[in-house]
């Protein structure tokens, strides 16, 4: 997100989610990055959380 990689987005989603991860943790992690990166990284977890979410319906 902090990169502003969209490419990114849906490979570390899919790892984050075979790894375990929970929403909890990820939205956590992703607050963190938009305290640290502001607005654009802001628009950038939305994407990465609604990733996560498509793979963990996937499952």
Known sequence: MSQR???CIGFHAKAL???GA???EIAEVMAM?????GGPALMYAADAL???DQFAEAD
């Open 5 to 7: 990689c969209d490419g």
């Open 17 to 19: 989610k075979d790894l």
């Open 22 to 24: 929970t929403r909890d």
């Open 33 to 37: 990055t938009v305290y640290m990166g």
């Open 50 to 52: 609604r990733a996560y």
